[in-house]
């Protein structure tokens, strides 16, 4: 089974539906006023803005909220609005590596609340460059196995004639992972579309070249580190390179 999203996976299963809603929206929001900021309000000429939208309607966000969203982008942003993009790196219990993608007002007040969340879990923020090398940025593109009729075989065939470079099934969830270059991103997600499949998640994210299993403590321990960074109202997505067991997650919950 795939297992680079795993942890983004088993995280939108584990949310607390209200509080952890509010969030979404939050960094749902903050997305598409960057986007919007950075390449203009115009979905079909803007693909970021077009990604973040169409994730903001996956995920429920209300079209007002969404049209608010942009206007505050294309707009002059207020003060509390001036957000930086920052990428964090750490490692966790067992030697994990963790990149954590950030939006904020005030890199050091972050920088200073991310170290306490490490420190106190059994990790520690390290300094730029220092687990980067271990993750590429690739595009996933996630289809439910139900959306296709056809074979395995011939599902693999249609995404690399689209111009994937790998498709990766996750059996839990039941979705086969179509793993593109950046660049191929948005060319494989529309010949998906047009041979009408459903799309359930498509976004840029940090895939680690390889992963460390850990077991037992210490992988609750690093169960316990990523819910805490992703629960920071300034994280916008939390990657890491551990292959965990099924049970850390379940202990992790109280089950």
């Not at 390449?39 to 693909?47: Q, R, T, Y």
């Not at 939006?103 to 390290?126: C, D, H, K, P, V």
């Not at 296709?148 to 004639?161: I, V, Y």
């Amino acid at each position: 089974m795939s297992g680079h999203s795993k942890w983004a996976n088993i995280k939108r299963k584990k949310e607390k539906v209200d509080a952890a809603r509010g969030r979404m929206f939050t960094r749902l929001a903050r997305e598409i006023i960057v986007a919007a900021r950075q390449g203009g309000g115009n979905p079909e000429a803007n693909f970021r803005l077009r990604i973040a939208i169409e994730n903001a309607k996956k995920a429920n966000m209300p079209s007002d909220n969404i049209e608010r969203a942009i206007k505050r982008g294309i707009g002059e942003p207020s003060q509390d609005e001036q957000w930086e993009e920052i990428t964090y790196e750490g490692y966790g219990p067992g030697g994990v590596a963790i990149m954590i993608e950030a939006m904020t007002g005030n890199r050091n007040r972050t920088a200073s609340e991310l170290r306490y969340i490490f420190s106190r879990n059994g990790g520690n923020l390290a300094e730029a460059g220092a687990v980067a090398w271990l993750f590429d940025r690739k595009g996933v593109i996630r289809v439910p196995k139900s959306a296709w009729k056809g074979s395995e075989d011939d599902f693999l065939l249609l995404a690399l004639d689209a111009g994937a470079s790998d498709v990766e099934m996750d059996e839990e969830d039941g979705v086969y992972e179509v793993i593109t270059e950046p660049a191929d991103f948005q060319r494989v997600q529309e010949a998906l579309v047009k041979e009408g499949l459903t799309i359930e998640e498509a976004s840029l994210q940090q895939v680690p070249k390889n992963r460390v299993e850990v077991t037992g403590k210490e992988a609750e321990k690093v169960v316990a580190l990523l819910e805490a960074l992703e629960e920071h109202d300034d994280v916008q997505n939390v990657y890491s390179n551990a292959q965990l067991e099924a049970g850390a997650w379940q202990l992790a919950d109280g089950a």
